[in-house]
């Protein structure tokens, strides 16, 4: 996640939109994978804008960001409190 908002945050070249697009998609396999759909939907949606190329690809990404990163805070209290 943190790496994922550094590209954003950063500068919008090619390399760093690659690099987003592909850590979302490894996202999108690890969330499904282990059963957290929301952050697999999130991630997808991540790499489709990306893809995309649409103008509001910051705002789109920024939401989806917020909301992966919420998801992850909520999975790891959730397994704190089971350890």
Do not use: C, P
Request: proline share 0%; charged share 30%.
């Amino acid at each position: 996640m943190r790496e994922m908002q550094t590209a954003l945050d950063g500068d919008a070249s090619s390399e760093a939109l690659e690099r987003l697009s592909y850590l979302a998609h490894q996202l999108k396999g690890s969330g499904g994978s282990y059963g957290y759909q929301r952050i697999s939907a999130d991630a997808a949606e991540i790499e489709k804008a990306v893809e995309s190329g649409d103008g509001s690809l910051a705002a789109k990404v920024k939401q989806h960001v917020e909301n992966l990163r919420a998801e992850i805070d909520r999975g790891t209290k959730e397994l704190s409190a089971h350890a």
